[in-house]
């Protein structure tokens, strides 16, 4: 992190958007050694990411900002592999908002719904959604449709912009509705 501020004059903006493979699967089927794995590479890759840039998003007064999934305020069946290393970010990101706003810090998450792209492609490549659940997942969208990448990435854009400079603490929802 300190390479890439010397390199780049600074860190204004952190950005997760990661986070491992993550089958489709009901808890009952799930080891725990399999949860705490998933738990151990997202929410604890989120934390590897963020902490040590900490104290360059003090001297830029900057912004961190999580892309996490909307299941975490309406659980979808066989998610729980993806919502709980979620909720863990989302906790953490209010965590670091109540901390690290007195040095100006800005922490926030954006929730997406179903997409169209990224991670849903590959679920529907490798059989994990199937016609019948995309069928589902729309008619509990209200806008009857999935959203993109580029309406994440304007989210995130938004968060990490002045003109959210007084948005901390928050998970804006990029869902269609899902979650309302």
Known sequence: MDEAAAWAGGIHTVVYA??????????SRVSPDVLRRQV???????FNVVQPALAHLRRSRGAIVAVTTAA????AVRDG?????????????????AEE??????????????????????LIANGD????????????TPLRRFG???????????????????VTG??????GGYSA
């Open 18 to 27: 990661s986070g491992p493979h993550v089958p489709m699967t009901h808890l």
């Open 40 to 46: 151990d590479e997202d929410a604890g890759g989120f």
């Open 72 to 75: 975490t305020g309406r659980f």
């Open 81 to 97: 592999l993806s919502v709980a290393p979620k909720a863990a970010i989302e906790a953490l990101v209010r965590g670091i908002a």
């Open 101 to 122: 706003g007195r040095f100006g810090v800005r922490a926030n998450c954006v929730g997406p719904g179903m997409l169209s792209e990224g991670m849903a492609a590959r």
């Open 129 to 140: 959604l199937d016609e019948r659940a995309l069928e589902v997942a729309r008619a509990n």
């Open 148 to 166: 993109t990448a580029l309406d994440v990435a304007e989210a995130v854009c938004f968060l990490a912009s002045d003109a959210a400079g007084f």
């Open 170 to 175: 928050q998970k804006l929802s990029v869902d």
